[in-house]
C-alpha cells in the first residue's frame, strides 16, 4: 500500500467520517426538514451531550478502561443540582459546585479501585452504576417524596446558569442550543490534548500497555485516575444542562446512556482494547447518533428501526477497527 | 526514596572511589520462587559489567531491581556508596539509570517518535499552553536512529510495523539518548543480524568511554567478553561468582555459564554413537 493511503486508513476517524457522510446524504436526499437549518439544529442537539460524553469516554476508552457509571453519574449530578437548590436552598451556582465535587469524588473513586486492584474497570463501574442507581432513586425519595426533583428554575442563580448551560444562539437563521458549541469546543480540547500534549502520549501509551508505560516513566496510575475523573466531569457537565435545561429531573436520568456513550466512541474508532482511538471520531459517533435517532422519525419510519441502524453501525465500524489494529500491530510480528 | 546524583564522579578512580551502583546480597522472590538470592555486584562509571546465566537464571529480575519495577526483598541496592530503594521506574530514571527491557517496553501501537520520548516528552510554550514538541522530538529520534544505522523511512510509522531488530535498535538507541550514568541492557543483541549487534556492541564501548556504567545482559559470552569488565554469572538465582576480566579467559566462562559439567555432558551425549 502507498504511504500516504496507508497512512490515512489508520488514521481512526477515518470510518465515522465516511459514515456520517453516508448517514447525513442518506437522510438529506429524502427529507427536506432534515436538511433545513432548523432541521440540522434538531439533529445537532442529541449529538452535542451525547458528544460530550462520548468524547469524555473515548479518552477513558484509548487509555484502556471503560465506565459503566458514566450515564448514571449524569442523573446523580443533575439531582445533586436539584436537590441541594431546591430542597437545601442553596444559590444554584453553589449546587452545581457541589455536583461538581461529587463528580470528581465519585471519578476519583473509580480510577482509585482500579489501579490499586489491578481489576477490569469493567467489573469497579458496573458496582458503581448500580450503587448510584440505587442511591439516585433512594435519596430522591428521601428528600423529595416523589422520583422527580423539581422547581430548579425558581432557584436563585438560575438566570446566569440557564445562559451557560441552556441557552440558545442564532446560526445561519437557526436557533442551536448552545450545548452544540460546548461540544464542539470540548471535542476541539480533547484532541488538542490527546495529539499534542504530554498527557495524550501517556493516555496512549498506558492503553496500550500500562507495564510497558510506566517502565519508561509515565505515571501510568495518575494518567487512569485522571481519565475517570475527567468522564465524571463530563458527566457533571451534561447533567447540569439537563438540570438547567429541563428544570426538573427524574431519579433514573441517564440510566442506560453508557453503553451509547461507548458505541459512539466504538464507532467512532476507539479500539475496545485500548491505545486507539480519537476524540473526534468518537464525536462523529455521535453525530451519526443523532442524525439517525431524528432522521428515522423525518423519513416517517418506525422508530424501532433505530436501534437496528445503530447496532449495524457498531457492527460495521468493529470490523473494520479490527483491520486496522491488525494491520498496525501484527504486521511484522 | 530517591537519592539524587551528585556530581558525576571521576572515571576509573582507582580504589577508594564508591562504586556508580553496587549490590550487596540482594534477594527477590515472586511468591514462593526465590528469583534471586545472595547476588553481589559492583557497576563502575566508565566499566561494562555483564550479567550471564541459562534462561530463567534471574537475569532479568535482577536489571528490574536495578530499574526500579521490583524492589529487593533482601540486601542493599547503593547507588554512588548511599542505600536506595526506587519505588518506581520512574525514580531511577531520575537518577539516571536508563533501560532497555528484555521486551523493550514499547507500545506497538504509537509511532517511533512517540515511543522515543515516552515519558520524557520535550514540551514548548508556558501554562496551559504547555505542550509536546514534537517537531523536535521528530527530529532527534530520525537522528539518533540514523547514528545507529536504521533508516526509518517515516517516523510516524507505528512501532508494531517495524521489524524485531529494528524495534530493538529503537528501544537502544532511546536509552542511550537518555542514559545519563548507568545504562542497563536485556539482551540488546538477542534480534539483531551479525552488523547490527556490532553497531550495539560499538555503543555499548562508546557509552563506556563516555564514563557510563554499563550493565549488559547477554547469553552470548562471545559478546560479553570482548567488551565486558566484568562478569557475573547466575545459575537458578545464585551467583557463581563475579570474575574481573583478568581473572577469567573466555572459555572459562563459557563453560561455567552453561554449568560447566552439564556442558561437558552435554558434548558427550550428541557424540555420533562410536560403532
Ligand atoms: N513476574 C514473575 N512472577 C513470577 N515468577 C517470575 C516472574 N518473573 C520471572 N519469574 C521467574 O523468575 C525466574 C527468573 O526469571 P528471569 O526472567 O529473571 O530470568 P532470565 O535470566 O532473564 O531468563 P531469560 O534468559 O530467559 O530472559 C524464572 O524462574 C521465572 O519463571
Ligand atoms: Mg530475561
Known amino acids: 500500500m502507498p504511504g500516504p493511503l496507508r497512512r490515512l486508513l489508520v488514521k481512526p476517524e477515518l470510518g465515522a467520517l465516511v459514515g456520517a457522510v453516508v448517514v447525513f446524504a442518506f437522510f438529506a436526499v429524502q427529507s427536506e426538514t432534515f436538511r433545513s437549518p432548523r432541521g440540522i439544529a434538531n439533529w445537532l442537539d442529541p449529538a452535542s451531550t451525547l458528544g460530550i460524553m462520548a468524547v469524555a469516554v473515548a479518552l477513558l476508552m484509548i487509555g484502556g478502561h471503560f465506565d459503566l457509571s458514566a450515564g448514571v453519574m449524569v442523573g446523580t449530578t443533575a439531582l445533586t443540582v436539584g436537590i441541594v437548590a431546591t430542597e437545601l436552598r442553596q444559590n444554584l451556582w453553589v449546587a452545581i459546585g457541589v455536583a461538581l465535587l461529587l463528580a470528581l469524588a465519585i471519578g476519583f473513586l473509580n480510577g482509585w479501585l482500579v489501579t490499586r486492584t489491578g481489576l477490569p474497570s469493567f467489573i469497579i463501574t458496573l458496582a458503581t452504576f448500580l450503587m448510584l442507581q440505587g442511591l439516585n432513586l433512594g435519596l430522591t425519595k428521601l428528600f423529595t417524596g416523589t422520583v422527580t426533583v423539581g422547581g430548579i428554575d425558581d432557584v436563585p442563580g438560575y438566570g446566569a446558569a440557564e445562559w451557560v448551560f441552556a441557552s440558545r444562539v442564532s446560526v445561519f437563521g437557526a436557533e442551536v442550543r448552545v450545548a452544540v458549541l460546548w461540544w464542539l469546543l470540548f471535542t476541539a480540547l480533547a484532541t488538542w490534548v490527546l495529539l499534542r500534549t504530554r498527557f495524550g502520549n501517556w493516555v496512549f501509551a498506558t492503553g496500550g500497555d500500562d507495564v510497558a508505560a510506566r517502565n519508561v516513566g509515565v505515571p501510568a496510575r495518575r494518567t487512569t485516575i485522571a481519565l475517570f475523573m475527567t468522564t465524571a466531569a463530563a458527566a457533571w457537565f451534561v447533567g447540569t444542562t439537563l438540570a438547567v435545561r429541563l428544570t426538573s429531573v427524574q431519579a433514573n436520568t441517564g440510566i442506560g446512556q453508557e453503553l451509547i456513550y461507548i458505541v459512539a466512541a466504538v464507532i467512532g474508532g476507539c479500539l475496545l482494547t485500548g491505545g486507539f482511538g480519537s476524540a473526534i471520531g468518537a464525536s462523529l459517533g455521535a453525530l451519526i447518533f443523532g442524525m439517525t435517532q431524528l432522521g428515522i422519525p423525518y423519513l416517517r419510519w418506525d422508530a424501532d428501526w433505530f436501534y437496528f441502524f445503530l447496532g449495524a453501525m457498531l457492527l460495521l465500524a468493529v470490523l473494520a477497527n479490527r483491520l486496522v489494529r491488525r494491520y498496525a500491530e501484527a504486521a511484522r510480528r | ?275
Open chain 2, 1 to 275: 526514596m530517591t537519592t539524587r546524583p551528585a556530581a558525576v564522579p571521576s572515571r576509573n578512580e582507582p580504589g577508594n572511589a564508591a562504586p556508580l551502583l553496587e549490590l550487596r546480597d540482594v534477594g527477590k522472590d515472586y511468591g514462593t520462587v526465590i528469583a534471586l538470592d545472595g547476588i553481589s555486584a559492583t557497576v563502575r562509571a566508565g566499566e561494562v559489567t555483564c550479567v550471564l546465566g541459562d534462561n530463567g537464571a534471574g537475569k532479568s529480575t535482577l536489571i528490574k531491581v536495578l530499574s526500579g519495577v521490583h524492589r529487593a526483598d533482601r540486601g542493599q541496592v547503593l547507588l554512588d556508596g548511599r542505600p536506595v530503594a526506587f519505588g518506581s521506574p520512574r525514580e531511577a530514571l531520575d537518577a539516571g539509570i536508563a533501560t532497555v527491557f528484555q521486551d523493550l517496553a514499547m507500545i506497538p501501537l504509537m509511532a517511533i517518535w512517540r515511543n522515543f520520548f515516552l515519558g520524557a516528552e520535550p514540551t514548548k510554550g508556558r501554562g496551559p499552553f504547555r505542550r509536546f514538541d514534537s517537531a523536535r522530538a521528530k527530529d532527534v529520534t530520525r537522528r539518533e536512529l540514523a547514528a545507529m544505522g536504521i533508516d526509518i523511512r517515516d517516523p510516524d510509522q507505528p512501532v508494531g510495523t517495524l521489524s524485531g531488530g529494528e524495534r530493538q535498535s529503537v528501544a537502544i538507541a532511546r536509552a542511550v539518548h537518555f542514559g545519563a550514568r548507568v545504562l542497563i541492557l536485556d539482551e540488546p543483541t538477542s534480534a539483531l543480524g551479525v552488523k547490527q549487534a556490532g553497531v550495539v556492541l560499538r555503543y555499548v564501548a562508546q557509552a563506556r568511554d563516555r564514563g557510563v556504567g554499563v550493565v549488559l545482559i547477554t547469553h552470548n559470552p562471545h559478546h560479553a567478553y570482548p567488551v565486558g569488565d566484568r562478569f557475573l554469572v547466575l545459575n537458578r538465582g545464585r551467583s557463581l561468582g563475579e570474575f574481573g576480566k583478568s581473572d577469567i579467559d573466555r572459555d572459562e566462562l563459557t563453560r561455567l555459564m552453561a554449568g560447566g559439567a552439564e556442558l561437558e555432558a552435554l558434548a558427550h551425549e550428541l557424540e555420533r554413537p562410536a560403532d
